[in-house]
């Protein structure tokens, strides 16, 4: 009788350790950085796009101003949250929306596109996004052929940039592209805020890092601003989310410690720039 409990006793202690070790390698596998994933996740690539989506994310490449960056690995500041920024985003309005989306695989960013503006696929995409643009450098040409880009219909988001002197550097290339068009705030009954969700609630979106430290601002960014610059017919064409990171919000959909609210938050906003681009 005691070597069949013993006998039992290491059956039971082999099924534990079997179970714990099938455990282990599934949570390692569902990890990116340390952070647990708590949704599906699409890995290597992705299905090719054989009838052609009505939306793909298009990141705007720019050249830098000298001030450096935190695109990572030696990457520009345009990189910033490539490709975690895509792919959560792209998940997102497949599933909020009835919108076609080429989705973006999350560890080689296939699917995205990437727009030089030397070249003319630019004219492909209604949704152009632009990160930490307080460090971008246009030229004349570039920005000549973002003028040609909006005032045909584009539409141009701007996020990631904080303070008085990233304002100034923004400004700067902005100024080459609309020499005359001014900068405002995006009104509360603005369509853009209510095309899709009624985007009511203004609080400021951190960056992780922010968060981490317990602020929600980063240098002397303390108050948050949606900011735009509109065509003659009164169509927003550029979307400014000044002294606000809505990238990282996506970026960090899957990151426990990250504010659910605010990853929310940042999607509505995504999502109504996105119906916004393609209905106007």
Request: hydrophobic fraction near 40%.
């Amino acid at each position: 009788m005691k070597a069949l409990i013993t006998r039992h006793k290491k059956f039971l202690a082999r099924c534990v350790f079997t179970a714990l070790m099938a455990l282990g390698c599934s949570l390692v596998s569902g990890q990116r950085a340390g952070s647990m994933v708590v949704t599906p996740r699409t890995f290597g690539n992705v299905p090719a796009d054989i009838d052609g989506s009505e939306f793909h994310f298009a990141r705007l490449q720019y050249n830098g101003n000298g001030l450096g960056g935190r695109g990572g690995w030696g990457r520009g500041s345009w990189t910033t949250d490539w490709p975690e920024a895509e792919h959560f985003l792209t998940e997102g309005i497949s599933r909020l929306t009835n919108v076609d989306v080429t989705k973006v695989a999350l560890y080689n960013g296939e699917g995205g596109e990437r727009i030089d503006l030397t070249e003319d696929n630019i004219f492909d995409y209604p949704w152009l996004y632009g990160v930490e643009v307080g460090r971008w450098s246009l030229s004349m040409e570039e920005a000549a052929k973002l003028r040609d880009y909006l005032m045909r219909g584009g539409f141009l988001m701007v996020d990631d940039f904080h303070g008085s002197y990233e304002w100034s550097q923004f400004e700067l290339g902005m100024k080459r592209v609309f020499p005359n068009r001014p900068i405002l705030d995006i009104a509360d009954d603005d369509e853009v805020f209510h095309v899709l969700f009624d985007l009511n609630q203004k609080v400021q979106i951190p960056g992780l890092g922010a968060f981490y430290r317990g602020v929600t601002y980063e240098q002397d960014g303390y108050e948050p601003h949606w900011r735009g610059i509109y065509d003659d017919h009164g169509r927003l064409v550029v979307a400014i989310n000044h002294n606000m990171d809505l990238g990282d919000a996506w970026e960090h959909a899957d990151t426990p410690t990250y504010p659910e609210h605010l990853t929310a938050l940042a999607y509505r906003f995504a999502v109504n720039y996105v119906i916004y681009s393609m209905t106007h």
